[in-house]
């Protein structure tokens, strides 16, 4: 008797938590459909609110969260739609085509902000998904060209950038070598100045020195002149006294003017 009480409490709680979740799931749908008319009369601020408080019924309800990356992706809201379609592109309860779909739409918000190379990723998953549709090899395709196009110009940039930055170097260079030769001219003319400067101080020094040290050629020194005015002078006495001893005159000293 016990356990029939338990057995029907037990299917009492389950039929309790069973009418709540479809009471959840009934207002998550109806939030959704709500949501889907908004979206188709363009409103799709209004089709957001509905669409969130749809996944607060339920969390993991895939088609709120779809539909929310959709109106998301309308209000340019690229970054949100992005991050909620990541959340449900790996979602393995549903189809390949399902998540061909959604791998899709998730390149077109990767697009939408430049990330080329996340939507080439997320077209390629699309087409594993999906090997006919048309739209992501198209998309993929387009992609992968303006790829290239833009690694074509960075390349080029990046080229001239160089090219940019070796003509500096090569004009630097030169601008160091002209000033380097211009400072060894100066340099130069400064020491030739100096040495014409000094030129005539050492031959007017060395003049001055001939005249003060030495005689010119052909001249008497001092003490050879002496000599010679005292030889002179003995033969002007010896002169002297040989008239003195014929004429008897006294001759007082000099010549007789």
Not at 59 to 69: I, M, P, V
Not at 87 to 108: K, Q
Not at 236 to 251: H, N, S
Request: negative net charge.
């Amino acid at each position: 008797m016990r356990a029939i009480v338990r057995y029907m409490a037990i299917v009492a709680v389950l039929l309790i938590v069973g009418g709540e979740v479809s009471a959840q799931q009934m207002k998550e749908r109806g939030l959704v459909r709500k949501g889907n008319r908004q979206f188709k009369r363009e409103q799709f601020e209004k089709s957001v609110d509905s669409y969130q408080r749809a996944l607060q019924h339920d969390s993991t309800s895939f088609e709120a969260k779809y539909d929310l990356a959709s109106a998301l992706y309308r209000t340019e809201r690229y970054e949100k739609a992005e991050k909620t379609l990541q959340s449900i592109v790996n979602d393995t309860t549903r189809t390949e085509l399902e998540r061909g779909e959604v791998a899709y739409n998730l390149g077109n918000t990767q697009f939408a902000q430049q990330k080329y190379k996340e939507a080439l990723s997320s077209y390629r998953h699309a087409m594993r998904c999906n090997p006919n549709d048309e739209d992501a090899k198209f998309n993929y395709a387009f992609t992968k060209r303006l790829i290239q196009q833009q690694e074509q110009q960075q390349q080029q940039q990046q080229n001239q950038d160089q090219n940019q930055d070796q003509q500096n170097q090569d004009k630097n260079q030169q601008e160091q070598n002209q000033n380097q030769d211009k400072n060894q001219d100066q340099n130069k003319e400064q020491q030739n100045q100096q040495e014409q400067q000094q030129q005539p101080q050492d031959q007017n020094g060395k003049e001055e020195q001939q005249g003060q040290g030495q005689q010119p050629e052909g001249a008497m020194s001092p003490e050879q002149a002496e000599a010679m005015l005292q030889a002179i002078q003995a033969e002007e006495d010896k002169t002297q006294d040989k008239l003195k001893e014929k004429a008897g005159v006294l001759i007082r000293g000099g010549k007789n003017w």
